[in-house]
């Protein structure tokens, strides 16, 4: 069973600034054709500032950062018992090529179905922008099945 | 197509679906280099083998991503308010996703018109692999 001496633990912040190359990377792996995410004089006539990021993309913060990886390695979750379960953002300012993001989690809640055989633990997330702006916000559901 | 207004859209009203082609080994491993989701399990089929997993199989998050240009091909981005899926299956290689999305509900929240709009991804079997919702606001 995961400790539920985790809930309220924040993990360390994970910063991510935002390239253009890495946007790009992303475009192409998600099949993304809209100029918008790949074209800066797009994105431009668009309104941004350079080019967005995708809707999902800030979830490579942790990932990036190693803050995703200690989490399950602290919960002692295994990644062949991991699942992801549900995702979520809600959105506040745009954040773009150049901006650099700031992603802080705390785990929000530790529980368990179906007597012990899958356990969820939920983490929710704020992003803000080197302007101390409030980008997003993430809810991330992680499923360990026994 | 011109982009949707909140006048323009009924609820009932479907989204253009997308249908990426079915999921291949590349494309697993460029989402995870993109993503920044290394996790073996999905690139590498020993270590899936040994997670007692017949073969690779499709990160979460990129199914999340084709929901979202769904999204983003319909409105721009500037509109999306919130983005939320739940993960209800594997999406195995060889699975050609339909990614649909139907709006259900005009609403009024924070000041702003919007649409709340119900996400669907299946497979060519018609297994759900994600349901979702959004919430756009329209001008």
Known sequence: MIDKKWIGHELPASVLPIERSRLQFFAKAIGETDPVYTDVAAARDAGYPDLPAPPTFLFAAELDSGASEQLLADLQIPIAKLLHGEQGFSFHVAACAGDTVTVRSTISDIYDKKNGALEFVVKTARATNQHGELVAELRTVIVCRH | ?139
Do not use: Y
């Not at chain 2, 479907?14 to 990426?20: N, R």
């Open chain 2, 1 to 139: 197509m011109n982009p949707p207004t909140f006048d323009s859209v009924q609820v009932g009203d479907a989204l253009p679906p997308l249908q990426p082609p079915p999921v291949d080994r590349t494309t697993l491993a460029l989402f995870a280099g993109a993503s920044g989701d290394h996790n073996p399990i999905h690139i590498d089929i020993d270590v899936a083998r040994r997670a007692g997993m017949p073969d690779v199989f499709a990160q979460g998050m990129l199914g999340m991503a084709w929901l979202g240009r769904l999204l983003t091909a319909w409105a721009p981005q500037s509109r999306l308010r919130r983005f939320d899926a739940r993960f209800q299956g594997i999406t195995h290689l060889g699975n050609a996703m339909r990614c649909s999305g139907t709006v259900v509900e005009k609403l009024e929240q924070a000041g702003e018109r919007c649409v709340r709009i119900e996400l669907l991804s299946a497979n060519q079997f018609g297994q759900t692999k994600i349901v979702g919702e959004a919430l756009v606001a329209l001008p």
